[in-house]
Each structure stands twice: as structure tokens, then as C-alpha cells.
């Protein structure tokens, strides 16, 4: 039903490629991003960042932006929104603007997102349950975003524990996994998710920053870490 892109294929293959969430709408920062080393690239829609206190408009404001990200030749990933979330025919707008999949949480997966051409990647939340992340993984297609840390816990620092946790829902399911940077992931936290099985960090602006230069540095550095591993 959804093309096996090349995202996918990493995504699927052990490659670990790195993802960032953009702090806002920017084209400076998403540049920064895949010069040090980002392979794609996720954006928001009809949604408050609660990291950053960004809100992101509707289909029809980020618009002009989604045109010009899609110049960047990246794959691009969308968060489509909460009690809002695009239409069929927005949904099919965003493919035809390069973006293959969509990210929201799963008390906001209606039913005609699940008929787009993008791949759903559904996100768990902190009261998730064993049972949640089951029926989720059973969605045809679907991608994971574990996005399973409380609030209170956003900057800190990642533990045994919460990696542990990580490692269990790979294990629970056979669908691929990435995990956002609620946390302040670290380059040694990444090669630690991508030895539990994670398919990839997604690294938002509690990692990142929101400049140019420190996007830059935080991309570059885990980039490093990863090729050097």
C-alpha cells in the first residue's frame, strides 16, 4: 500500500539514519540539518509544540513553506496535527509535495488519514500501555514514534531505565521504531537506541537547539559518533 522509499529501507535495514523535527518553520535550520548529516526531515501542521511553545498554523498557512522545503530533494515527514489534522485532499497536496509520511498521536488518527498515500507513524504517549503499543503496530504499514516520556521528564537525562523501556517495545513489535529526543539524547544515548534496535532518532529542539549553528553542532556531533561507531 505505501512505497518503500528510501527512508523506509533505512529505516528497516539497521542504517539508523537520523531525522530531525524542525523547531519552527525555517529554512536556514533545515539546511543546517542536512548539511551536518540529517537524512529527513519532519515538520508540523494544526499543532502547539509543547518543547519549544511553537504553535504551527494549517495546510493553507505552511503552505508556502512545505513548497520550499520540498526544494531541498530530502525525505520529509509530517506531524498533520491534534483535535485538527488535515483533509483527504490535503493529505494527498502533502505527497505530491514529497512528504511519504505522517506523524500524530493516536488519539487523533481518523479514519481518512489511514487512506493517504503517506505511511502513518502513529505515537505512543507516557500512559501508553503494552496493549496500546500492540494495536498500534498492527496498523498496516506503520512506523512508531515512542514518544513515551512524561512532561516533567523532557531535558533530562536519559537511564538505564528508560532505555530499557525503549528496548521493550522493539522487542513487542515487528514494525520499525524511532525515538524522539524528549530527553537530551546524547551521541552515546543514540549508539545505546540503536543497539537496542531503535530505527532511528528523531532529534528535536531539546537536542538541537534552535539556531542555525546549533542545529549544526548536534547533528554534526551524532553524526560523527555514528560513523565512527
Do not use: W
Amino acid at each position: 500500500m505505501y512505497a518503500t522509499t528510501p527512508l523506509y529501507q533505512k529505516l528497516t535495514d539497521g542504517s539508523f539514519p537520523i531525522i530531525v523535527s524542525l523547531a519552527r518553520h525555517d529554512l536556514d535550520l533545515a539546511k543546517a540539518a542536512l548539511d551536518a548529516g540529517a537524512y529527513a526531515l519532519k515538520t508540523h501542521l494544526n499543532a502547539y509544540h509543547r518543547a519549544t511553545g511553537t504553535t504551527f498554523g494549517s495546510f493553507a498557512e505552511e503552505r508556502p513553506f512545505f513548497e520550499e522545503l520540498s526544494k531541498l530533494g530530502c525525505p520529509l515527514l509530517v506531524m498533520a496535527g491534534q483535535e485538527t489534522v488535515p483533509t483527504a485532499e490535503e493529505m494527498d497536496a502533502l505527497h505530491t509535495l514529497g512528504f511519504e509520511g505522517f506523524n500524530v498521536y493516536v488519539d487523533h488518527l481518523q479514519p481518512h488519514l489511514l487512506q493517504s498515500k503517506l505511511r502513518p507513524m502513529p505515537a505512543l504517549a507516557s500512559t501508553s500501555t503494552p496493549e496500546d503499543v500492540t494495536k498500534i503496530a498492527a496498523i498496516p504499514g506503520c512506523i512508531i514514534e515512542a514518544s513515551i516520556m512524561p512532561f516533567e521528564r523532557y531535558r533530562t537525562a536519559m537511564t538505564p531505565a528508560d532505555l530499557q523501556r525503549y528496548a521493550q517495545i522493539v522487542t513487542a513489535v515487528d514494525v520499525p521504531v524511532i525515538v524522539p529526543s524528549q530527553l537530551s539524547l546524547t551521541p552515546d544515548d543514540a549508539l545505546a537506541l540503536r543497539q537496542a534496535g531503535i530505527a532511528a532518532p528523531l532529534l528535536g529542539a531539546i537536542v538541537t537547539g534552535d539556531t542555525p549553528s546549533s542545529m549544526s553542532k548536534a547533528v554534526g556531533d551524532l553524526h560523527k559518533a555514528l560513523a565512527s561507531a
